[in-house]
């Protein structure tokens, strides 16, 4: 039973989940000292979303039939590995407890300032477990509307790597933007590239990604777009911020990033796309510590 509840929280997705963390922490470094207690909390916060999503997206995707010819990995309520009440009380657990750290996150960063910050940064929370939640379940599951990504950026990039940042140095510089937006676009490639798999299986169950709007072809320019544009944003980050010259070791990942786009581009056979999600994830995860380290030197 526990091996089912692993396979359900889905370890390998964990580590991209807290790279946003880990990259507005490592520029908050640069201006001032790194709160640990801020990031743990932060970090902690990060991995419950990550896995309220997936049980989420277990349940969801189960309910809508859309993992009964799912090419990836097995998913356990479809399976019936773990039946849905079990899972829904699972979801509500977590959501509990990811509200629980958020809220200790936010008084832990936020008890000098203003009343209204906090506020704002609880909305952030509140709204970062309702899309964890809502990507394939309950009554709007916006990954089924063609929305993914712009969740995924949003989340993922944006709020994860300003939020860290603003969390850690009590101020907002809207070049921090930047290499938000770059995390969250390689979080979508990712997503894009599951999508791109699923591109007929998932029109069959109903669920409307860009993927299968655009078709095959198109949805690779697309994913293209996706991995290339970050590589250009975090160059005017670094110009904007003046960072040294070592700020461009994140260009290490330059070949990694275009033999994968060789190799998706070479594929016409979609269920191949599969063993691109590791490749994807990794370079971002690179691009993350690469930035983070040669700010910093």
Known sequence: MIKHWLAAVRLRTLPLSVSGIVLGTSIAAVE???????????????????????????????????????????????????????????????????LLTGISLLYTALKDQSSLVFFVFLGLAIASIWSAIHYTYGSFPYGYHRLGEVFVIAFFGIVAVGGSYY??????????????????????????????????????????????????????????????????????????????????????IVPLVLSHLVRVWNTTEKHKLDSELKSMALSTLLYVLLLSIGINI
């Not at 902690?44 to 997206?57: E, R």
């Not at 039939?65 to 773990?82: F, N, P, T």
């Not at 591109?199 to 072809?217: M, P």
Request: aromatic letters at 12%; hydrophobic letters at 50%.
């Open 32 to 98: 001032t000292s790194i709160n640990w207690s801020v990031f743990a909390l932060a970090v902690t916060t990060a991995l419950l979303f990550q896995v309220l999503s997936n049980f989420s997206n277990d349940l969801g995707d189960a309910i809508k039939g859309a993992d009964q010819k799912r090419q990836g990995e097995v998913r356990m309520v479809s399976a019936g590995l773990i039946s849905a009440e079990k899972m829904k009380k699972a979801i509500l657990a977590v959501a509990m407890l990811s």
């Open 167 to 252: 969390l850690q140095t009590g101020y907002w510089n809207s070049f921090v933007l930047l290499p938000g937006l770059a995390s969250g676009m390689f979080a979508s490639a990712v997503l894009n590239l599951n999508n791109m798999r699923d591109i007929d299986t998932d029109l069959t169950s109903g669920k409307y990604t860009v993927a299968n709007f655009l078709g095959f072809l198109l949805a690779k320019v697309y994913h293209t777009i996706l991995v290339i544009l970050p590589i250009i944003l975090t160059h005017f980050f670094i110009r904007g911020l003046h960072y040294s010259k070592y700020a461009y070791l994140y260009l290490l």
